[in-house]
Each structure stands twice: as C-alpha cells, then as structure tokens.
C-alpha cells in the first residue's frame, strides 16, 4: 500500500510519518518511507543524526539515472530526457518492488529495518531557477513504476500545505492521512484538501493530532464528521523523541491510534485500473499543457493501451525486482 501524511505546517506531519513508520517496522512489516517535503526532517525522526541524514542521496540529484532505469527498452520512450515526472510504465519498462535490489533503491539508507529515501533539500542552486517539484518527480516516477503487493507499504512524508495538490503526485496513494490539530487552521486546511481532491477520488483521513482532551475530540468530530479516523494525543514521548531522547515509551493510547491507521490501510482495496486511469489523465494533462512544447515531441504517444499493472502485481511478478516486464494485455 502506497500511503500519504499531509497537513499544514507545523501540524506534526512527520511526526506522525515517523511514528507510524515505526510503529510497522516493530512489527516486522517492510516499508519504505520516503522524505518528499521541502523541508528534510523525516530521516532526523526516524534516527539518523544531522551528519548521516546529509549523506543519504537525494533522489532528485539523480533523476537522469533514475529515468534511464525506468525507461528500460520500452520501444514508446526512445530516450530518458523524454520521460517527464507523469510518463506511466509501458510494455518494456523496468518495475519495481518495495526495497528491491535495484539503482533507485541503492540510494536508499537503512535505518532499523526501514528503507528511507529523500528527495533532498531545496539548494542555493535551486534559487530562482527551478522549483520543488522537479525533485518530487522522481517519487512519481517511482510510485508510477512500483509494484507493492500485500502487506508491503510506502510512507511519504509530503510538502505542507495544499502544494500537495500542485502536481498529480497525490494520486499515486492508495490513502492520504491528513494530520489535523483541533484548530480552525487545522481543519480549514482539511476543507481545503476536500475541495482540491473532490473530482479525483482520493481517499482521506484525518488524523487529530495534539489532542489535549474531549473537547479537543468533540471539536474535531464536530468539523470533519465521519473522516476523522482517530487522534493522536500530546506526548511525552513524542517531546522526549523531538529533544534527541528515546528512553520515554510512546503511551498506550497512542499506539493504538497508529494500529488503527495501519487498520484502516489494510482495509483499503488496491484499484490498479483506478490507479493507472489517474497516471493516464495526469500524463495527457501535462504534455498538452507544457511537456510537448517542452520536450518537442507528442509525448502522449508514450501511453501503452495493451500495458497492464494489474497483471504486473499478480503472484508471478513477486519474485521479479526491477526487470523488464512484458505485459500480457489484461482481458476486457
């Protein structure tokens, strides 16, 4: 399952990503959790000092490799400088698998049994000329490329805020947590995220977080209704992880809250045609819009009709990490 955290900032978004990314590798679960907000601090929650959390590769410094890969031999792509952040798979295409052994997941770092990636800080270098979304592209590309099956997960830490929406990353999840303090910014931003979602049909829940006591929960019940999966309430051990310190246990109430997050992941039905219809509306929107003036070339004609993911995620693609995968085309 592929799952979002995202909210305002300062609502405790990665916080709440790292305590849940831990919370599935002590239970023996493999996930990848993946930094893809401005600002780099979901390795630092999940462990890493300053000095190992500057070491992990950015991905988005690596984003010709990481096409290149991609690309494999698929015959509609004749180049990796075609391939733009939306270009779906196709007949050809290297596919992944959660924490495969393969160039993209090589810039990965361990951390406990969690394979943590970033797409790495806005630098001087950036300033003026590029914008954040052309380092999330490569965790598009890689969502777009992965094939995650049972009781495998991908966390990602979003940008804050409704930046989310400003390209089509957010529907590559099959749920977005949105973390929402019992405030009228906190929940504001929610409507907001409903509004920007409404006709694409992604899945949200929202996740209380601070919660200080029932009023904070009647508050929260009262503007968001049904959505409201469950609160996260203010910690002690939470403050202790934030000072550096790991000798304070996370309280009992609080990791039933994250059990219930899990419950509500599992819960979720994977809907790979919902998926690739999605990759498919977003690819045509940016080449019309940018990518072939940009490119100079019609790069709709790298949509493969006959190209399934849903095949490519049945049990006899399991045991295949990053090859080229000829699809068989899905029965209608």
Request: negative net charge; glycine residues 10%.
């Amino acid at each position: 399952m592929k799952v979002a955290f995202v909210g305002k900032g300062g609502s405790g978004k990665t916080t709440l990503s790292s305590l849940f990314v831990r919370r599935l590798a002590a239970r023996g679960l493999p996930v990848v959790a993946i930094d893809a907000d401005i600002n780099q601090h979901l390795g630092a929650a999940l462990g890493l000092d300053e000095t190992d959390a500057a070491r992990v590769p950015a991905l988005g410094d690596h984003l010709p490799a990481i096409k290149d890969h991609l690309r494999g031999d698929n015959p509609r792509i004749t180049s990796s400088a075609e391939m733009i952040k939306t270009t779906p798979p196709g007949g050809g295409s290297r596919l992944l698998r959660p924490g495969g052994d393969d160039p993209i997941h090589r810039l990965s770092r361990d951390i406990g049994g969690i394979t943590f990636m970033a797409t790495g800080p806005f630098t001087d270098e950036d300033l003026g000329v590029a914008c954040y979304h052309a380092k999330t592209g490569a965790v598009e590309l890689y969502l777009n490329h992965l094939v995650d099956g049972p009781g495998e997960y991908v966390v990602v830490d979003m940008t804050a805020g409704a930046d989310t929406f400003a390209s089509g990353l957010f529907t590559r999840f099959d749920l977005m947590f949105l973390v929402a303090e019992p405030t009228r910014k906190g929940v504001g931003v929610y409507r907001q995220y409903l509004d920007y979602a409404a006709d694409y049909d992604v899945a949200i829940k929202v996740v209380g977080n601070k919660v200080q006591g029932a009023a904070d929960v009647d508050y929260l019940r009262e503007q968001v209704g049904e959505d409201l999966l469950t609160w996260m309430e203010q910690s002690a051990a939470v403050r202790a992880m934030e000072q550096g310190r790991g000798d304070v246990g996370l309280e009992h109430v609080n990791t039933e809250a994250l059990d219930r997050m899990l419950d509500a992941v599992d819960a979720r039905e994977k809907d790979w045609a919902k998926f690739t219809r999605q990759a498919v509306e977003f690819h045509v929107k940016n080449a019309r819009s940018w990518a072939n003036r940009a490119v100079g070339r019609d790069l709709e004609i790298q949509l493969d009709p006959s190209f399934s993911l849903e095949a490519a995620s049945l049990e006899d693609w399991y045991s295949c990490a990053s090859i080229s995968v000829p699809i068989t085309p899905a029965s209608s």
